[in-house]
């Protein structure tokens, strides 16, 4: 590898090559790096790093990191400050009647965003609703959806949940006097294998659905990046009775979705990770039509799930409207909501089939370079088709590798202790050139 002669701008070809002589052209083996940028020129979707901050880089020959934790926390997008600013500005010239008089009013400043949420997760406009974060929706719709009785009262998630999951659906358990110990079943993976396979999930479902109250999974993994086939179980999940909801932390705006055409019941996300709506950002939610046409499914309720039209009144009795939002509680948090709307513009001029095919290029990219190296497993399902914008690499001594990636490479990772490296390489802002200089550091570091 050639020694760069000073630090240059990572990622981005910016410099134009000098074009050399003809007789060489094609004839000098191309290098890794000089591939790297090679793909970033010539593929379908340019990057749209510039668009973002990216962090400096902690350490290394570059200027900028090779960011690739973008699946905990997604970069700032350059547009952020200015719809930040905007609500401030609201706020110091109006006060209270920014709620009405604002440029984008607040009253109704959740309204913004839903279409760009229905289009990301494959919605109708009235079934998807922006509030409060992740865990707290799963709460609320597990209020609505989670009703054990009689011999169905299991929950079923899997082994490898976010702990956020695992301590929801135990105390959705507890707070209906089950035990949580018979109550919730963890799928774990085949002996020897990382990843559930979708017929070991359909086949649990035929044989003990009847068990059954609820299906609890993450349509991406958040420790592997395994995709699961969220159509299939879902149908299975119905099949047999149960209810059927997603975590979308890490698949929203990771994959494209098709929540209503799938017969999801409900769903929730956070905007954080993928959806750059920055740390602690407000999250989305999704309930199917067939339920928000049903006025006598149960719901915890607040102020903001009334019907607008009457919720100044301030009658003591609730009038939901027939859609999502009759399960919001709060009047929202709008500089939260700022950074949101912000991001999903972006979505949404790109698209997120465009991006989907952008990230399968950059990860199976990642994959071939990383692939053959020795002391490290891949353990991110290999079929692009399984597997979002993510691969887990099992090695040992995950955080002192972590660290070594940041502080001599400029390449940031997470670690997943004690033996999980995460690396996501984000179609919007990662390029090929990132993943060369990740590829290279883990060269280096496992030497
Ligand atoms: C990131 C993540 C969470 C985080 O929950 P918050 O309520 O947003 O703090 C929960 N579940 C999953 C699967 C996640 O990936």
């Known amino acids: 590898m050639r020694p760069p002669a000073r630090r240059q701008r990572g990622g981005v070809l910016r410099r134009r090559r000098r074009r050399r002589g003809t007789g060489d052209r094609g004839k000098r083996p191309v290098n890794a790096e000089e591939q790297a940028r090679r793909l970033d020129a010539s593929d379908p979707l340019p990057t749209l790093r510039d668009e973002f901050l990216v962090p400096p880089a902690p350490g290394g020959t570059y200027d900028e990191a090779a960011y690739f934790a973008g699946n905990s926390l997604g970069l700032q997008p350059r547009t952020v400050a200015e719809r930040l600013t905007e ?110 396979r979708t017929e070991d999930v359909l086949g649990f479902l035929e044989r003990e659905g009847r068990t059954v109250a609820l299906v609890l999974l993450g349509g991406v993994n958040y420790l592997t990046g395994q995709l699961m086939d969220m159509p299939a179980i879902t149908k299975a999940g119905r099949a047999a009775g149960a209810v059927v909801g997603w975590d979308l932390a890490h698949a929203a705006g990771n994959v494209p979705l098709r929540l209503h055409d799938w017969d999801v019941d409900f769903a929730a996300w956070c905007t954080y990770k993928y959806l750059n709506g920055g740390p602690g950002a407000v999250a989305g939610c999704f309930v199917h039509e067939r339920h928000v046409r049903d006025a006598s499914v149960p719901k915890l309720s607040g102020w903001w799930g009334t019907d607008p039209s009457v919720r100044f009144r301030m009658d003591p009795d609730i009038a939901p409207p027939a859609s999502a939002d009759a399960w919001q509680l709060s009047n929202p948090p709008i500089l939260a909501l700022a950074p949101v709307l912000a991001s999903l513009e972006i979505f949404d001029r790109v698209g997120m089939d465009a991006l989907r095919a952008k990230s399968e290029r950059l990860t199976a990219h990642l994959a071939s370079r990383l692939a053959p190296l020795n002391g490290l497993e891949i353990i991110t399902p290999p079929d692009p088709a399984s597997r979002g914008a993510q691969l887990s690499l099992r090695v040992d001594d995950a955080g002192a590798l972590v660290r070594r990636l940041a502080d001599a490479h400029g390449v940031i990772a997470d670690a997943r202790e004690p033996d999980v490296v995460r690396l996501a390489p984000v179609p919007l802002y990662c390029t090929f050139h990132d993943c060369h200089r990740a590829a290279d550091a883990f060269v280096r570091l496992l030497n």
């Open 87 to 196: 609500e401030l500005d609201d706020w110091a010239r109006l006060a209270v009647e920014a709620h009405t008089q604002g440029r984008r009013p607040w009253v109704d400043y959740h309204e913004l965003l839903r279409e760009p949420a229905a289009r990301l997760v494959g919605a109708l406009p009235h079934e998807v609703v922006a509030m409060n974060s992740l865990t707290v929706n799963l709460h609320l719709l597990m209020a609505s959806f989670y009703r054990p009785a009689g011999t169905r009262t299991r929950i079923v998630i899997e082994d490898s949940a976010f702990p956020s999951d695992s301590y929801a659906v135990a105390s959705q358990a507890v707070h209906h006097g089950l035990d949580p110990s018979t109550t919730v079943v963890r799928l774990e993976p085949r002996p020897d294998e990382e990843n559930l």
